[in-house]
């Protein structure tokens, strides 16, 4: 993968590559949000939940995006709890100029939102404001999750667009 993040980041907490097969471990533990999120961005029902998650992964890594895994916990204790990914995805002019996405598990924010909030801030978002410019992309507005976490990290509501009949915002951060 071309660009270089902390790979341990704490001693419960490892960022490590991702590939499409993390999809059908993480969906059925996912945040109700993020759930709902994927499933109106892919217009599904939530039994393709997994398939959707895991092929818009591999059009992340085939597009040259770049694909993490999330894994808390140590030894036999391992778990996969989230993933995260950015690239250039956009074909219109409606996204900025990086992508990001993030889908995780309750446990992400509820347990390790310092040590997240740590790694993006002073590693992966410098990386990628030097690449992109500017870098965000739509979130179902009711995650407040998300939305609280990125205004916390420097990014900012641009407007409201309807994907799949839900209200999504436009975070984005520029450089």
Sequence with gaps: MGHQIQRQASPTLDIIDGHPDMAYT???SLREADK?????VYD???DNLAHALADSIQLAIKEDGYVHGIVSGVGEDKRLIGLFG???FST???????CIWLVSTDELFEKHALTTTKIFIRYLLPQLLLKYG????YVLAE??????W???CGFRKEHTRVIGKEPFILMRRDL
């Design 86 to 88: 950015y690239g250039d």
């Design 143 to 148: 995650n407040h999750v998300h939305i609280d």
């Design 44 to 46: 599904i029902d939530p």
């Design 92 to 98: 219109d002019r409606l996204y900025p100029n990086g």
């Design 26 to 28: 993480l969906a059925s």
């Design 36 to 40: 709902k999120e994927v499933l109106a």
């Design 134 to 137: 500017s870098v965000g992309n």
């Design 150 to 152: 990125l205004t916390m």
